[in-house]
């Protein structure tokens, strides 16, 4: 069975492929096309397929379109009412769902040789919870799915028995947390759709003083189910320009708003474990990217064990349309790592950077020479492997720095171009993270915070954020070997098993995925090494 994921509805879009039930390939439109998130969430855009990420998908597989024995689309327009309907204020969605039906020619079109009536319409919230339960490594498990809006909901509580799903309970529009979430990110000065992890990161810096005002808007019912009404944040505290400084206000609406957020999904998982008596919850949905919210959910959550998906926003649902479509016919395993993207061969990097004319060198290891350099306390872009799929750089398309030094988060926030607020991670190997994070271990798709031991905050405060926390990425030797040896090599210099990650791009752009990619921010941005596969980059002899 051959089945293509495709989503491109609303935003991020995004292709997976699933060959006999395994994971193939898997990828966002926006490390193609180098626009944020793909497009905006607006109906004009809803036509936009993600036919790059969709023909790499095809030749990663060796596949021509007409050997696909289904595509797999995550929204059903079918299942669809007219927003006013819904209770929502979007005069143009009529053409969001014109566009949904009309998917199947407009697939056919760009993937010339597909058969349209291969095409099949994934509801959803399905494609979200598929893209958790059937991608978990748990074939038996609960499913919780949140997030702004599908065909006529905006949650999904289930079940998966033998990676097959038993819908337990839906959340009717307008009630949204992730609307809830949006209309503060605007509300804030931040870009909906987009910024609302700048919000859950502006929380720590408040105190959640507006919580009892916001509970008079969003609460669970007790049933699986939750209300979630407009808030007339105005009254609250005012907007903030964009661009413009936030105050102690923003900070408290938006901790309150992230404590409100949190009590909603702590209901409903009770509620859910009620129902299921399973051990294990997974999420997905764009919710499910709030990782304060998910280590909540893990400390006081029924649940012995969380399983996030790393694409959980709609790019995810992609792979879980596909999923969905593949097991119908056959099992599917679980997906095997989140590094499912594009990679180069040493030829290739090799002849990108003679293209580039670009001095460069081929170390006996390029892991001890990065260790090396951030020994030095130099920053490095690290571009190695398949790049990752979703929103995290996992130590494939990653900028790396010592953590040791408490000026080197103002410094990368410098680089990237973005709010002083915002944290970075740090990466830590498996067996060494418990020493200095207590949370849900192992963490590798860095989606859950971790206390940060006392004893080492004082040692690694340029991964420390403002609450005390730090959001970590555990690195499996066995699975990241190169990765593994770069952080033992940095140790044996610095006496720290840490190293800096934050994501290789600068503000507003999407995750460097390809060569061109790496070259064009290493040379824009104040970046002292480029590792490019086996080979560094330095720029003190590019630009000597």
Not at 148 to 169: F, I, K, N, P, Q
Not at 479 to 504: C, H, K
Not at 530 to 540: E, I, K, T, W
């Amino acid at each position: 069975m051959r089945v293509l994921g495709i989503n491109s509805l609303f935003h991020d879009p995004a292709a997976a492929l699933i060959v006999d039930g395994r994971v193939v390939a898997a990828a966002e439109e926006e490390r193609f096309s180098r626009r944020k998130h793909g497009k905006r969430p607006v109906p004009f855009s809803a036509w936009e397929l993600p036919e790059l990420s969709a023909r790499w998908c095809l030749d990663r597989g060796g596949l021509d379109p007409s050997a696909l024995d289904a595509v797999a689309y995550s929204y059903d327009p079918e299942l669809a009412h007219p927003a006013d309907q819904l209770g929502l204020d979007d005069p143009w969605d009529r053409l969001r769902q014109e566009y949904a039906r009309e998917a199947p020619g407009f697939l056919a079109e760009v993937l010339p040789g597909l058969d349209p009536e291969k095409v099949r319409f994934v509801p959803h919230h399905v494609a979200h919870a598929a893209s958790a339960g059937q991608a978990s490594p748990y074939p038996d498990c609960a499913v919780l799915v949140l997030d702004g809006r599908g065909e006529c909901g905006s949650h999904l509580a289930g079940r998966y028995t033998g990676r097959r799903l038993d819908v337990l309970a839906t959340q009717s529009l307008p009630d949204s947390m992730g609307l809830f979430y949006e209309e503060l990110t605007e509300h804030l000065g931040f870009l909906r759709s987009s910024d609302e992890f700048k919000v859950m990161a502006l929380a720590s810096y408040g105190k959640p003083r507006f919580l009892d005002e916001l509970r008079g808007y969003v609460g669970t019912d007790g049933e699986g189910r939750f209300r979630a009404r407009s808030v007339p944040w105005a009254e609250l505290a005012p907007a903030r320009p964009a661009g413009e400084p936030w105050t102690e206000e923003h900070a408290d609406l938006a901790a309150s708003a992230q404590a409100c957020l949190e009590e909603v999904l702590l209901g409903l998982a009770r509620w859910l474990h009620e129902r299921t008596g399973d051990r294990v919850l997974t999420l997905a949905g764009g919710v499910a990217l709030n990782c304060v919210a998910n280590t909540r959910l893990y400390r006081e959550g029924p649940f012995d064990t969380v399983w996030v998906q790393p694409a959980a926003g709609d790019a995810g649902t992609a792979l879980g349309a596909a999923l969905h479509v593949a097991h119908r016919q056959e099992p599917v395993e679980a997906m095997p790592t989140a590094a499912l993207g594009r990679e180069w061969s040493v030829p290739e990097l090799r002849a990108w950077l003679e293209r580039a004319a670009v001095p460069y060198e081929e170390p006996e290891d390029i892991a001890e020479t990065v260790a090396e350099e951030l020994a030095r306390d130099g920053i490095v872009a690290w571009f190695q492997g398949r790049s990752e799929y979703g929103p995290r750089a996992l130590g494939h398309r990653s900028l790396l720095a010592h953590p040791g030094r408490a000026a080197n988060l103002e410094r990368l926030n410098a680089v990237k171009g973005r709010e002083e607020f915002r944290p970075v991670a740090p990466m830590v190997l498996a067996e060494r993270a418990a020493e200095l994070f207590d949370g849900p271990l192992p963490s590798p798709y860095m989606l859950f915070v971790h206390e940060v031991a006392e004893a080492w905050r004082e040692r690694i405060p340029a991964v420390l954020h403002v609450d005390g926390t730090a959001r970590i990425q555990t690195v499996d030797r066995a699975e990241e070997p190169l990765v593994a040896r770069m952080i033992e090599g940095f140790e044996r210099r610095t006496g720290l098993p840490v190293v800096v990650n934050t994501s290789l791009n600068t503000a507003g752009r999407p995750m460097v995925d390809d060569p061109r990619d790496a070259l064009e921010c290493f040379g824009s941005a104040p970046v002292d090494l480029l590792a490019l596969g086996p080979f560094a980059v330095r720029r003190a002899e590019v630009f000597a």
